[in-house]
DNA sequence: AAGACAGACAACCGCGACCGG
DNA sequence: ACCGGTCGCGGTTGTCTGTCT
């Protein structure tokens, strides 16, 4: 229907942020901070709702966000994660430092599009029996779909830190890219990010991205202190929670074959998208800046 | 070369929770 | 206790680009 309540007032611009858009709130928030949404727009002279401003923010200008492809661990992560506490997308990117749940979300979104466009046709030699995610808004009314109509239970928290603790010895997201992938996985520096906003002396290479200043807070994560910890060699294992493991698609599908060479087929694609927007909004966040 | 299709991603919308008056 | 404002989250849509036919 209408705008939201905040901007019912005021006459907002929508649509695509531009470059100056960008760059005003970026201004803004790095002087201010972001106390109160619904001052931010006028204070930084943005003809944008608060809701707006922030969400542009936290998905797109916030200095810790890891851009590019999700790397083959995160994917894990996150089908494990969603297994668990189901659509909650905000919570399952506090465990994936530098990921927004807006990311995080249409990842899934399209994952499960692509499975379902192929449903159990490359899996018919392995013991994955189903290729429907573990509980989708597609298939939120059947199959496992229930795990979205329980509330984040404090069992469900519970299940969660222990695979989460579990994880800590997880083999640590290869950021160079795990397997075969053959695109860095995540450009710590995304070309469209405003560069004034990075200290760009440190280095950029990927793992060492997480110690970065930008990222310094993300090492108290949970997630990353395997990623410091057990980065070296660890096998490709993961340990799942009953719940997890009990999944219909199994983790089996995500090792090399699952996500094998179909998803890593959509590498280069992604990576060519990134490059996309680096065009499309490179010149306009992180051209300019 | 052109159109159709699919994937990826940014942004909007609506709702519920929270908080202060 | 009630009410209004704000924030955060999840669902959905729109747009752009690359690939395929």
Redesign the pocket.
Known sequence: ??????CNQQK??????SPEE?EKLIRYITTHG???????PEKAGLQ?????C???W???LRTDIR????TAEEEKLIISLHAI??????????HLPGR????I???W???I??KI??PAMSTTSSSVTTVSPPCS??A?DAGLGHH?QTP?SAAAEHQLDAFLSQSLALPPPKLGGSGGQESPPAAPLPP?CPLFMFDTSVSVSPPSSLTSPAAAHQLQHPFLTFTAAAMDDAPISYHLPPLVDGMGMGMAAMDCGGLGEE?RG?D???A??????A???GETAGGGL
């Open positions: 229907m209408g705008h939201h309540s905040c907002v611009k929508r649509g695509l942020w960008d972001y106390g109160c949404w619904s001052e931010v944008r709702c608060g809701k707006s922030r969400l542009r936290i998905n797109y851009r590019g492809r999700f506490v189901g659509n909650r997308w905000a919570h399952i990117a506090s927004t749940d807006n990311e979300k249409n990842y979104n399209s994952w599009k692509k466009r192929k808004t597609a939120s979205l984040f469209h998803e959509h280069h694609r992604e060519g998208n990134n490059g996309q927007k065009g499309r909004h």
